[in-house]
Nanobody, 122 residues
Framework: QAQLVESGGGLVQAGGSLQLSCAVS????????MGWFRQTPGKEREFVAT???????VYNYSVQGRFTISTDNAKKTVNLQMNSLKPEDTAIYYC????????????????WGQGTQVTVST
């Protein structure tokens, strides 16, 4: 059974940085896509960034150039470096995984972490 556990959320001022990490167990990175999604109250969960087993990366246009997704195969982690944070980045961030290629759709992901809160103050 796959297990995804996020860490690294918190409170930061606008313009600051945070790094999220997702520890993955029970799911191999081969033939898998790992991603980060986020959700705010009353809104749909939206994709932030994904990375496939072959290293293909896709970003939501709203974070392009500010966020960087990466994997550490030795540590079995998926990381999201977030720079130049804006108040509109405030959300619960979820790590997700699926067997197969890139998808930006929540319904295509089988595995989810519990989420970590990111709050960006003005």
């Amino acid at each position: 059974q796959a297990q995804l556990v996020e860490s690294g959320g918190g409170l930061v001022q606008a313009g600051g940085s945070l790094q999220l990490s997702c520890a993955v167990s029970g799911l191999g990175f081969s033939w898998a896509t790992m991603g980060w999604f986020r959700q705010t109250p009353g809104k749909e969960r939206e994709f932030v960034a994904t990375i496939t087993w072959s290293g293909e990366i896709v970003y939501n246009y709203s974070v392009q150039g500010r966020f960087t997704i990466s994997t550490d195969n030795a540590k079995k982690t998926v990381n999201l470096q977030m720079n130049s944070l804006k108040p509109e980045d405030t959300a619960i961030y979820y790590c997700a995984g699926r067997n197969g290629g890139h998808s930006g759709l929540r319904r295509d992901y089988n595995y989810w972490g519990q989420g970590t809160q990111v709050t960006v103050s003005t």
